[in-house]
């Protein structure tokens, strides 16, 4: 296990540099000069040309990959050409919101999906399954940005149950996780939908195999098997998609934080794009990167402490 570990854990930091590489060279590549962004169109060029020398942006582009990837290194990621502040607490102010809503999320989506992948493998070709399968199909299907608008009318506007939108802060821990409600459930939905058709499928292909014949055989109850026999062995691909999952609702929520006037680390993505804050979104992009990474590796640990033959 320890040499699937060390394996493992060489690859992603190899994979972590290539990527710290790709995310410069693209970020490189978009339109825009942030300097004269920054002061306007009516710029003079000499104002414009000490600006970019400010910022070090008359470098050659190798010499300012390796001042900045010197500086992730050391966990400085750079100031902000928009804000003058240090990008790394930006970046951890907006994780502040945006990883305790991805979390919430996922937990969200495993509770719903979970009970209604097993209950349609448990009844698969009857009229459960199908029912079961045509609300996940449903929810699939329904646009989450509709669905968070749908959320607000009824349990904010209507019910005045829970709040509308913006983020109070963790001061406040009970009026933070209220605010986070609403936009969890609505990422969860189609999440949930996903995983639940992902479970199924996965039971439904392991209930055929021997092993379960066997088991049925030695007098177990259907319940037992497929609590005990089956959902162990048709985990590896519902680990696949929780990670995807994972990865997506930390880095992909941005129209669910807009919606709900959330300031997490998306929203804060797209606003550095729009002012062609570079170095905000190079910083950015590749602790999101980390993050997929980190949960990658997390997700082949789970692979082989599920099925040990996977460690070789």
């Known amino acids: 296990m320890r040499r699937y570990v060390i394996h493992r854990l060489t690859a992603l930091g190899l994979s972590l540099a290539v990527a710290s590489l790709v995310i410069f060279a693209v970020v490189e590549l978009v339109p825009g000069d942030p300097a004269s962004y920054m002061l306007g169109t009516g710029a003079q060029p000499d104002t414009v040309a000490a600006l970019r020398?400010?910022?070090?942006?008359?470098?050659?582009?190798?010499?300012?990959?390796?001042?900045?990837?010197g500086g992730v290194l050391t966990g400085d990621l750079g100031y902000s050409f928009t804000y003058k502040t240090p990008v790394a607490g930006m970046i951890l102010d907006r994780m502040q919101v945006s990883l305790p809503l991805a979390l919430m999320a996922l937990v969200l989506a495993v509770v719903i999906a979970f009970p209604i992948g097993l209950y349609a493998a448990a009844r698969r070709g009857r009229v459960g399954d199908t029912l079961a399968m045509g609300v996940t199909q449903i929810g699939i299907s329904l646009p989450n940005f509709?669905?968070?608008?749908?959320?607000?009318?009824?349990?904010?506007?209507?019910?005045?149950?829970?709040?509308?939108?913006?983020?109070?802060?963790?001061?406040?821990?009970?009026?933070?996780?209220?605010?986070?409600?609403?936009?969890?459930?609505?990422?969860?939905?189609?999440?949930?939908?996903?995983?639940?058709?992902?479970?199924?499928?996965?039971?439904?292909?392991?209930?055929?195999?021997?092993?379960?014949?066997?088991?049925?055989?030695?007098?177990?109850?259907?319940?037992?098997?497929?609590t005990r026999h089956a959902l162990r062995n048709a985990l590896i691909p519902v680990l696949t998609i929780l990670g995807m999952q994972f990865s997506f609702l930390l880095a992909g929520a941005i129209i669910i934080e807009n919606v709900f006037y959330l300031p997490g680390l998306g929203r804060m993505i797209f606003?550095?794009?729009?002012?062609?804050?570079?170095?905000?979104?190079?910083?950015?992009?590749?602790?999101?990167?980390?993050?997929?990474?980190?949960?990658?590796?997390l997700v082949d640990l789970g692979y082989a402490l599920i099925d040990p033959r996977l460690r070789k």
């Open 53 to 69: 020398e400010q910022l070090g942006l008359d470098r050659p582009w190798p010499m300012r990959y390796a001042g900045w990837i």
């Open 146 to 226: 509709w669905f968070a608008m749908l959320l607000v009318l009824v349990f904010a506007v209507n019910l005045q149950l829970l709040p509308a939108g913006g983020f109070p802060g963790w001061g406040h821990p009970l009026a933070a996780l209220r605010a986070l409600i609403l936009p969890a459930v609505a990422l969860a939905l189609p999440q949930a939908a996903i995983l639940a058709r992902v479970l199924r499928s996965s039971l439904v292909e392991t209930l055929g195999q021997d092993y379960i014949r066997t088991a049925r055989a030695k007098g177990l109850s259907a319940a037992q098997v497929l």
């Open 271 to 297: 606003q550095a794009i729009t002012q062609r804050d570079l170095i905000v979104v190079q910083g950015a992009v590749l602790v999101l990167v980390a993050a997929v990474i980190l949960v990658t590796f």
